[in-house]
């Protein structure tokens, strides 16, 4: 199996900043795109930006100008750079990657347990 765990949320001021991680761990035989999601509570889980093992990246448009994600390919790790946070970023945020755990093995989507991300005064 895959397991990614995030770490970094936690309650931020308005205009504040915080720095997701998510660390890939398991059997994995490479990754290709990883991303972040949030979800608010009753509401749809939404993508928040992605970016491929070669560093190409997709942004949100609420987000872009903000927020920036990376990732080090070398120790299967994400992290997400949120910058000028809102109220309206306040969700649960996941990381999310799409591996293969075999040369010969399938695509698979995995999912992090998610962090919360409170943006308040």
């Known amino acids: 199996q895959v397991q990614l765990v995030e770490s970094g949320g936690g309650l931020v001021q308005p205009g504040g900043s915080l720095r997701l991680s998510c660390a890939a761990s398991?059997?994995?035989?490479?990754?290709?795109?990883m991303g972040w999601y949030r979800q608010v509570s009753g509401k749809e889980r939404e993508l928040v930006a992605t970016?491929?093992?070669?560093?190409?990246?997709n942004y949100a448009d609420f987000v872009k100008g903000r927020f920036t994600i990376s990732r080090n390919n070398a120790e299967n790790t994400l992290y997400l750079q949120m910058n000028s946070l809102k109220p309206d970023d306040t969700a649960v945020y996941y990381c999310?990657?799409?591996?293969?755990?075999?040369?010969?093995?399938?695509?698979?989507?995995?999912w992090g347990q998610g962090t919360q991300v409170t943006v308040s005064s």
């Open positions: 398991g059997s994995i035989f490479t990754i290709n795109v």
């Open positions: 970016i491929t093992s070669g560093g190409i990246t």
């Open positions: 999310n990657c799409n591996a293969r755990r075999y040369y010969y093995g399938d695509w698979v989507n995995y």
